[in-house]
C-alpha cells in the first residue's frame, strides 16, 4: 500500500487569530502527552462532552499515548501553541484518524474554551483538511452532537453537508469530498 504520508512533511507554521494574537501550529509530537494532559485538564465539561460525547474527568492514559503516537499512514494531529508570556501550551488541536485501507478520514477538533470565537478551529480544521486531500483521502467526516450548533456552522462554513446520523438520533454526521483543486483553508 502507498505511504500517504509520503512527500507531504509538515512544516510547522504562525497562525494569526482573529484577536491579533498568533499561534505556532505544528504536528504531534510524543513529547506533548503533558502538554495535552494539562490542556484537558483545563477544558470546561461542556467541551469535554462535546468533543468526546461522554463525560470524561480524566484523560485514560491509552488515549493520551495513542493521541502523542499517530499511525503515519492513517492519521495526523496538529497542535496549536500559545508561545505568549507563560510558556508554550496548548490550546487547540485539530486530528484525523482512518480505518486501514479506508479513504475516508474522521476528524475531530478542540480549542480551549478561552480562545474561543477567534476563528482557531476553522482555520485548524482547513488546514487539516488541506493535509487529507494532499495524502490521498477522498472523503473527510465529523460525527457532532445535533445540539452542537457552533461546529455544525464552522463545518457548514468549510463546506461540509451536515446529515442525521442513522444510527443515533443525536448525533449529526457532517461530511466533505475532497476533491483536488478544491481549497479548505479559506477562512
Ligand atoms: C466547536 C469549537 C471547536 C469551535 O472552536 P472556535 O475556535 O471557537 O471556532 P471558530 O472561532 O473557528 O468559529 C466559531 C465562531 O467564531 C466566529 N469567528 C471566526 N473568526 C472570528 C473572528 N476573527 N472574530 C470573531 N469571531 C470569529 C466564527 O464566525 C464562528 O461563528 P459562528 O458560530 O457564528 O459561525 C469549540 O467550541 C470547541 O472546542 N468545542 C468543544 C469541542 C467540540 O465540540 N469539538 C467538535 C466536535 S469534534
Not at 75 to 103: K, M
Request: glycine share 10%.
Amino acid at each position: 500500500m502507498q505511504d500517504k504520508s509520503e512527500g507531504t512533511n509538515f512544516a510547522p507554521f504562525n497562525m494569526p487569530l482573529g484577536d491579533g494574537r498568533e499561534v505556532l501550529v505544528r504536528e504531534i509530537t510524543e513529547d506533548d502527552k503533558a502538554g495535552l494532559l494539562a490542556a484537558f485538564n483545563r477544558l470546561s465539561a461542556d467541551a469535554r462532552y462535546t468533543r468526546f460525547m461522554a463525560a470524561m474527568r480524566e484523560l485514560p492514559e491509552a488515549m493520551l499515548e495513542h493521541a502523542t503516537h499517530p499511525a503515519v499512514e492513517r492519521e495526523f494531529a496538529l497542535v496549536a501553541l500559545d508561545t505568549g508570556n507563560e510558556g508554550p501550551s496548548i490550546v487547540g488541536g485539530a486530528r484525523y484518524a482512518a480505518a486501514p485501507g479506508s479513504d475516508t478520514c474522521e476528524f475531530a477538533v478542540t480549542v480551549a474554551d478561552d480562545w474561543h470565537r477567534l476563528g482557531l478551529a476553522s482555520k485548524l480544521l482547513g488546514t487539516l483538511i488541506d493535509i487529507a486531500r494532499r495524502r490521498g483521502f477522498r472523503h473527510m467526516e465529523g460525527y457532532v452532537l445535533s445540539s452542537n450548533t457552533g461546529m455544525r456552522r464552522l463545518a457548514k462554513r468549510l463546506g461540509f453537508a451536515d446529515v442525521p446520523c442513522p444510527d443515533d438520533a443525536t448525533l449529526r454526521v457532517v461530511t466533505l469530498a475532497l476533491q483536488e483543486g478544491v481549497r479548505g483553508c479559506d477562512v
